[in-house]
């Protein structure tokens, strides 16, 4: 067989169909369950409307600086999160490879969420809520209904009661173990759903981005359908302005509190998907001319706006339950799951046609996390295959690659659904998937990029591919703002860093905490390793090689501009040169 026919046989990487489809694909990936469980819970823990202040502070310094940097270098260099930094600066591909390795971690934890939406999606037809009474099998002594039960009494008595809504999520959805060393037995409907979602997942990017750009089209609108009826219902609900109102008084003496900004910190650089390469894939896909300058700061303003809306959805109904159960809102306000499966859940089991809103809640749920763990599938796979494209780009080894990467992380997150499950859970979320990783990340990304390969060749880069000359605040932000802001925060985590416990009083045993720092540390530790590793395997003198590993590969050393410039330059000479 020719050479030539065998280069048929490779396929084409791609682009998106169409605009829309890359806008989509993108607010899919960054507006995801934080939004909803984490953005409201932060900003009423942390002032309420003054935590808009740190927010907005690191939006600007390092939010939108890093989403156009990661979006731009993927646009340019047509490349996934690994190979482009063997275009850019091979010295610090490593990050790349942290960055596939993080996504790897959420991608295995991140569809355990979607697992258990699901099945409280299948409970919510349910002639009655389960999670509304005390009359279940799952249900003990202590349990207390407030739809039936005298407010004053659960309230005045509530030391040695539990809600409803608790006991079903820990005692039938969890059936929770006493400790992370009684893993105990799989819960088999919890495994059934995952199962349905891996396979949903799995059929979603099959085929790549001609399959993502067209399924992103629901996933990523429909929820805003869900949440805008969500948000109608909770603000006529009795009690909505009170939470309202909780949910957004300024507490100004808060923002001298250094927590506050890191909260603001980690919040944006988990919502903005920054440092993992999702960015980069995103937008590898894109025509060259595409104004990414312009779509970053529309999916920015969309991200940052969800986020803002979604607290008013949600305290909205946290108000009213607060109103219904005669608590101060501060006693029904949770983050994370607790806020999903416990708070939320039992609110809804309070109003009238319970069934209608917890369908809708859930099913918000469900695709909001459902884009963005495809998306995060999609953006290992691709950068997997652009590493080896002459071999994965063949007629089905796409296919058969992606099964693999889904059996992989199915076997390995088993463990994850057994009744000691949560724990594990817990520790991969706070651990592998943390912000001081990011962070990390997020530093070297800056420095590589703004000092190494230059802040004004990537100012440059931005005007030839969208004819747009960008703020130049935005060479200051990667040059001086954003690395140093970045980098005070990372030593501030580590400094007060809280070893993790589960609801405030299980401590796990200590080989877990140094399972989870080998965890921490298996995605820090790959950029200065790669990096010693390419310096002690070279050739020449180590400044020989240092000075090639920073250099940019020969097509991306110079912009389009100034290769036609130069093409042109050179072909004027050699015009004159023949006639002379």
């Known amino acids: 067989?020719?050479?030539?026919?065998?280069?048929?046989?490779?396929?084409?990487?791609?682009?998106?169909?169409?605009?829309?489809?890359?806008?989509?694909?993108?607010?899919?990936?960054?507006?995801?369950?934080?939004?909803?469980?984490?953005?409201?819970?932060?900003?009423?823990?942390?002032?309420?409307?003054?935590?808009?202040?740190?927010?907005?502070?690191?939006?600007?310094?390092?939010?939108?600086?890093?989403?156009?940097?990661?979006?731009?270098?993927?646009?340019?260099?047509?490349?996934?999160?690994?190979?482009?930094?063997?275009?850019?600066?091979?010295?610090?591909?490593?990050?790349?490879?942290?960055?596939?390795?993080?996504?790897?971690?959420?991608?295995?934890?991140?569809?355990?969420?979607?697992?258990?939406?699901?099945?409280?999606?299948?409970?919510?037809?349910?002639?009655?809520?389960?999670?509304?009474?005390?009359?279940?099998?799952?249900?003990?002594?202590?349990?207390?209904?407030?739809?039936?039960?005298?407010?004053?009494?659960?309230?005045?008595?509530?030391?040695?009661?539990?809600?409803?809504?608790?006991?079903?999520?820990?005692r039938r959805v969890l059936a929770i173990s006493s400790g992370i060393e009684e893993i105990g037995s799989i819960r088999w409907d919890i495994l059934l759903c995952l199962i349905v979602m891996w396979i949903t997942c799995y059929f979603c990017i099959w085929k790549g981005v001609k399959s993502t750009g067209k399924v992103v089209y629901f996933t990523a609108t429909f929820p805003y359908v869900m949440l805008v009826i969500l948000l109608?219902?909770?603000?006529?609900?009795?009690?909505?302005?009170?939470?309202?109102?909780?949910?957004?008084?300024?507490?100004?003496?808060?923002?001298?509190?250094?927590?506050?900004?890191?909260?603001?910190?980690?919040?944006?650089?988990?919502?903005?998907?920054?440092?993992?390469?999702?960015?980069?894939?995103?937008?590898?896909?894109?025509?060259?001319?595409?104004?990414?300058?312009?779509?970053?700061?529309?999916?920015c303003l969309l991200n940052s706006g969800t986020s803002v809306v979604a607290g008013f959805a949600v305290f909205s109904v946290l108000g009213f339950m607060a109103h219904e159960q005669g608590v101060p809102i501060a006693e029904v306000a949770e983050s994370g799951p607790g806020l999903a499966f416990i708070a939320y859940p039992q609110a809804v089991a309070m109003m009238p046609?319970?069934?209608?809103?917890?369908?809708?809640?859930?099913?918000?749920?469900?695709?909001?996390?459902?884009?963005?763990?495809?998306?995060?599938?999609?953006?290992?796979?691709?950068?997997?295959?652009?590493?080896?494209?002459?071999?994965?780009?063949?007629?089905?080894?796409?296919?058969?690659?992606?099964?693999?990467?889904?059996?992989?992380?199915?076997?390995?997150?088993?463990?994850?659904?057994?009744?000691?499950?949560?724990?594990?859970?817990?520790?991969?979320?706070?651990?592998?998937?943390?912000?001081?990783?990011?962070?990390?990340?997020?530093?070297?990304?800056?420095?590589?990029?703004?000092?190494?390969?230059?802040?004004?060749?990537?100012?440059?880069i931005i005007k030839d591919m969208t004819g747009v000359n960008a703020n130049p605040f935005f060479k200051i932000c990667w040059l001086y703002f954003t690395p140093l802001v970045l980098l005070g925060s990372f030593i501030y985590s580590l400094v007060e860093y809280q070893p993790l416990t589960f609801n405030r009083w299980y401590v796990y045993p200590a080989w877990a905490y140094v399972l989870g720092w080998v965890m921490t540390f298996s995605s820090i530790l790959l950029v200065p390793g790669w990096a010693l590793y390419k310096l002690g395997t070279g050739t020449g003198s180590f400044k020989q090689r240092f000075h090639h590993l920073c250099q940019p590969a020969p097509e991306c050393s110079l912009t389009k501009i100034e290769e036609a410039e130069l093409q042109h330059i050179t072909e004027e000479d050699l015009h004159w040169l023949n006639s002379s």
């Not at 998937?433 to 990340?441: D, M, P, R, V, Y």
């Open 1 to 170: 067989m020719s050479n030539k026919q065998k280069s048929v046989e490779v396929e084409e990487r791609g682009h998106w169909g169409s605009k829309v489809e890359f806008l989509l694909a993108v607010a899919g990936n960054v507006v995801g369950l934080g939004n909803v469980w984490r953005f409201p819970y932060l900003c009423y823990k942390n002032g309420g409307g003054a935590f808009l202040v740190p927010y907005l502070v690191f939006v600007v310094t390092c939010g939108l600086p890093l989403f156009l940097l990661e979006t731009t270098i993927g646009q340019y260099t047509q490349q996934g999160g690994i190979t482009c930094w063997r275009k850019l600066c091979p010295l610090v591909e490593g990050i790349g490879y942290a960055g596939q390795l993080i996504l790897f971690y959420s991608c295995m934890t991140y569809i355990i969420i979607l697992s258990w939406a699901l099945l409280y999606l299948v409970f919510s037809f349910s002639s009655q809520l389960p999670w509304a009474s005390c009359d279940n099998y799952w249900n003990t002594d202590n349990c207390i209904d407030f739809s039936t039960q005298n407010k004053t009494f659960e309230w005045t008595n509530q030391t040695n009661t539990t809600f409803a809504a608790t006991e079903f999520w820990e």
């Open 232 to 299: 109608i219902r909770g603000l006529t609900l009795p009690g909505a302005l009170d939470g309202v109102l909780f949910y957004l008084l300024p507490e100004p003496s808060r923002l001298t509190d250094p927590q506050v900004w890191m909260d603001a910190g980690a919040q944006i650089l988990f919502s903005y998907s920054v440092g993992v390469g999702s960015l980069t894939v995103l937008g590898s896909y894109n025509t060259y001319n595409n104004n990414c300058y312009k779509d970053c700061l529309w999916l």
């Open 353 to 460: 046609l319970p069934q209608l809103w917890s369908i809708c809640f859930f099913v918000m749920l469900i695709l909001l996390g459902l884009d963005t763990q495809f998306v995060a599938m999609e953006v290992v796979m691709t950068s997997i295959i652009d590493m080896f494209p002459t071999v994965m780009r063949r007629p089905g080894r796409r296919e058969c690659f992606l099964l693999l990467f889904c059996l992989i992380c199915f076997f390995c997150q088993l463990v994850m659904i057994t009744e000691g499950g949560m724990y594990v859970f817990q520790m991969f979320d706070y651990y592998a998937c943390n912000g001081a990783c990011i962070l990390f990340l997020c530093v070297f990304e800056t420095v590589a990029l703004g000092w190494i390969f230059g802040a004004e060749r990537l100012y440059g």
